[in-house]
């Protein structure tokens, strides 16, 4: 069940049609990377493959990569997913205040206002 409730931020708020258009997004961000993950995998070269060796090593390690970064963006997706359907979407995590409208748009399974962002990433 999707919470189409308003959630304040600042100025602005997101209207049930702006969360419909955020969804939508991260449904078909969640699509691309469950393909790529498809792609990854039948695609996987083996440490052996290749004219050489080393080649085929660093092959897998950027193969491994990739599929890692992949699984991570869509378990970011799909827990944005989560929160979406339990009207917690554009909530802080953090600090429990309004994600802004704007920061969603770019990134929608922002966990994060800009400003909590910021700290979290100062301290790593």
């Keep these: ?34 393909e790529q993950l498809r792609q990854l995998a039948a695609a996987a070269p083996s440490r052996t493959d290749g004219p050489r060796h080393g080649d085929a090593a660093s092959q897998v390690e950027v193969h491994v990569k990739l599929a890692a970064c992949a699984r991570m963006v869509l378990a970011d997706v799909e827990a944005a997913l989560r929160r979406m359907d339990e009207g917690r979407y554009g909530v802080c995590e953090q600090c429990r205040g309004p994600v802004a409208a704007e920061r969603l748009t770019i990134v929608p399974q922002a966990r994060y206002c800009g400003r909590c962002r910021q700290v979290r990433e100062a301290v790593r």
């Design 1 to 34: 069940m999707v919470n189409h409730q308003l959630i304040a931020d600042g100025p602005t708020h997101l209207t049930p049609e702006e969360l419909a258009a955020l969804r939508e997004d991260l449904m078909e961000q969640r699509l691309f990377r469950r």
